[in-house]
Nanobody
Framework: QVHLEESGGGLVQPGGSLTLSCAAS????????MSWYRQAPGKQRELVAV???????TYADSVKGRFTISRGNAKMTVYLQMNSLKPEDTAVYYC?????????WGQGTQVTVSS
């Protein structure tokens, strides 16, 4: 079982930026999908962005042009750069790693966008 550790959440004003990090406990060889999800109070968890092992990315329409998912140089580290943040981006953000039939989740990091 892969352990995922998220960091980088916090309080930011509307229009501000934050970068979330997700570090996996080990390197993955082969095909994988690393994703960011978020869950706002009273809402279902939703997919924000996906990074595939071949480098392809997919974004939710609500974050296109504002968020960027990227891979770090260190082991299995994935970032979510969030710009032009809006109050509706407030949620707990979770990192997810899918390798074959296995799916691992981080503990989540809170992002609050408020003035």
């Amino acid at each position: 079982q892969v352990h995922l550790e998220e960091s980088g959440g916090g309080l930011v004003q509307p229009g501000g930026s934050l970068t979330l990090s997700c570090a996996a406990s080990l390197s993955i060889v082969g095909i994988y999908f690393m994703s960011w999800y978020r869950q706002a109070p009273g809402k279902q968890r939703e997919l924000v962005a996906v990074l595939r092992s071949n480098g392809d990315t997919t974004y939710a329409d609500s974050v296109k042009g504002r968020f960027t998912i990227s891979r770090g140089n260190a082991k299995m580290t994935v970032y979510l750069q969030m710009n032009s943040l809006k109050p509706e981006d407030t949620a707990v953000y979770y990192c997810n790693l899918v390798v074959g039939p296995s799916s691992s989740w981080g503990q989540g990091t809170q992002v609050t966008v408020s003035s």
